[in-house]
């Protein structure tokens, strides 16, 4: 018998937007997955493609990995250009990014129609 894992990860390509978008479901804490995660996304953001949407309405549980996979994936984005959006994000999930500050460089939103058609 497979073990559920703790974390599933959705990705899809938004040309438009020039974004990758990442829909999160599960807990976002630490587990191998995660940084697998933060491997990929890392290595598909380029120039031509400097966004990164998460869409975490699905995130039951948020700790410090998480916070340090959206920060490193906001550095990254920074680096080039880009941007990290989150979008919805319970107040669960929120508490614990704007304890670090990380929420207050995020651009945040309720769903993929609050963000803008190009980014």
């Known amino acids: 018998m497979s073990k559920k894992p703790m974390i599933v990860f959705e990705a ?9 978008i990442y829909q999160a479901r599960g807990k976002f804490i630490g587990c191998e997955i995660c940084y697998d995660f933060l491997e990929e996304a890392r290595d598909n ?12 309405s699905g995130i039951t ?5 998480g916070i340090g996979v959206i920060a490193s994936l906001y550095n990254t984005t920074k680096a080039v250009g880009g941007q990290v959006y989150v979008i919805g994000a319970s107040d669960n999930v929120q508490r614990p990014i ?12 309720d769903s ?8």
Do not use: C, Y
């Open 61 to 65: 549980m948020l700790n410090s990995t």
């Open 12 to 20: 899809s390509r938004d040309e438009a937007r020039q974004a990758w």
């Open 112 to 119: 993929l129609k609050d963000l803008p058609a190009a980014l």
């Open 98 to 109: 704007s304890a670090t500050h990380l929420w207050e460089f995020l651009k945040k939103g």
């Open 45 to 56: 953001i380029t120039e031509a493609m400097p966004h990164v949407v998460m869409e975490l």
